[in-house]
């Protein structure tokens, strides 16, 4: 798993948006205890804007750029995030917002969005001093678009320069008894706290909750192998928890979300099941799948190019019908054991680029939304959790009793 969270923060391919990596910088010593960050802030205007934060000690930073959307990647080894409430939101010359966390184990990550395109014109790391703390200083320029794009192609590493189509992993060789393997997804993480409720309640940390109750009882059976893509507050990246499953060859892969939808936050109330569709089923999916597709821009991870889409296409085509029957099936399941917990539209699709497994049927489900009060307290709530999860192991009995009195599930 390490190994694998970790090739997330490498650039991939040339086809990727392009990873410039411009600095390292700081000392190279190695420390156990992890560095503190207490605070930042941000300071200049458009010609110039400055992003500081206040850290216990020195670090060795790696700063690059990233394009569509423009942002600064701030990369440390262990960095324990003690900053103030309510911090990063706020706009100042060209930088629009700021979000720090887990990127993977052992690495933090500040991604700074950045309004147009930029040069980093400075980026270092201040000793303390007398009273002051360390300081990770990055200074921001603007630039046009092409010189943009010229740095960031410039300063591009070598492995990027050969594109290597991903292979699809190969399926484990099963033995003929083998219990179904299901794969539960709880969303974001680390970095990418997912949507928030008015009182700072967060996706990432519900639906982590919700997994893994819902882990504990499938396992109680003694019927199902179950596997987390992510166990703890660390991010894994759409594609990575995509292969989490093919790789363990699993039967059901059920990605858990919580949504927000502040708009009606009376009305929007209760769960809402899925499934994978290139055309959504109405105007609000599409906007849930682009929110739940950012979540890989949002950390800072290159998004792979049109190109590779195209591939990823037709590779899905071929096998997804079957899939796709079998990701609805078990999308039917749910709604029909959910029954009163569900939203007015209970069952929806759209283009998750985490239901994309073509040979692993795949359901994303809301489990209620953060910003209904009622909601939200259900979230919260061990009782809650509890009875929906004992709902959501039935929806899971009831599809494999109907796949295994068929065929091999
Ligand atoms: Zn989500």
Request: proline share 6%.
């Given at each position: 798993m390490s190994s694998l969270r970790i090739r997330a923060a490498l650039p991939r391919t040339a086809a990727c948006v392009v990873l410039a990596i411009l600095m390292v910088i700081g000392s190279a010593h190695a420390e156990t205890k992890p560095t503190i960050a207490k605070d930042a802030r941000l300071a200049g205007d458009h010609?110039?804007?400055?992003?500081?934060?206040?850290?216990?000690?020195?670090?060795?930073?790696?700063?690059?750029?990233?394009?569509?959307?423009?942002?600064?990647?701030?990369?440390?080894?262990?960095?324990?995030?003690?900053?103030?409430?309510?911090?990063?939101?706020?706009?100042?010359?060209?930088?629009?917002?700021?979000?720090?966390?887990?990127?993977?184990?052992?690495?933090?990550?500040?991604?700074?969005?950045?309004a147009g395109p930029f040069l980093i014109d400075k980026a270092f790391v201040l000793e303390p001093r007398d009273d002051q703390p360390a300081r990770l200083v990055v200074d921001l320029v603007p630039t046009d678009e092409k010189t943009f794009q010229a740095k960031l192609k410039e300063t591009k590493p070598p492995e990027e320069a050969t594109p290597a189509a991903l292979p699809m992993p190969p399926a484990p060789v099963r033995a003929p008894n083998a219990k179904p393997v299901i794969v539960l997804d709880p969303g974001h993480g680390g970095i990418d706290p997912g949507t928030s409720s008015a009182d700072g309640v967060t996706e990432k940390t519900v639906v982590l909750a919700f997994a893994k109750t819902l882990k504990a009882k499938l396992e109680a059976t003694g019927r199902y192998d179950v596997y987390l893509t992510r166990e703890d507050d660390t991010f894994l990246p759409l594609r990575e928890r995509v292969e989490f499953a093919q790789k363990r060859g699993a039967n059901l892969f059920l990605s858990i979300h919580a949504d927000y939808f502040p708009q009606a936050p009376e009305k929007a109330t209760g769960a809402t099941v899925y499934t994978l569709s290139e055309e959504a089923s109405d105007n609000e999916a599409k906007e849930l799948a682009t929110k739940e597709n950012f979540s890989d821009a949002l950390a800072g991870v290159a998004l792979p190019s049109d190109s590779d889409e195209v591939v990823a296409n037709i590779l899905i085509d071929l096998a997804q019908r079957e899939t796709q029957n079998r990701s609805t099936v078990f999308a039917r399941s749910i709604v029909g054991e959910l029954a009163g917990n569900l939203h007015t539209k209970k069952m929806r699709s759209a283009g998750f680029r985490v239901l994309k497994a073509p040979d692993v049927p795949s359901v994303l489900l809301e489990l209620g939304f953060l910003s209904n009060p009622d909601d939200e307290k259900h979230l919260v709530s061990d009782d809650w959790r509890d009875r929906m999860s004992n709902s959501l192991a039935e929806a899971i009995d009831g599809y494999f009793a109907k796949r295994i009195a068929r065929a091999p599930f």
């Open positions: 010609e110039r804007t400055r992003f500081i934060a206040d850290l216990s000690r020195k670090v060795d930073v790696h700063v690059f750029a990233l394009a569509s959307p423009y942002r600064v990647i701030v990369d440390a080894p262990d960095v324990s995030f003690q900053m103030p409430d309510g911090i990063g939101k706020e706009k100042r010359g060209l930088i629009t917002a700021y979000r720090y966390g887990l990127f993977a184990p052992g690495k933090s990550r500040i991604v700074i969005d950045v």
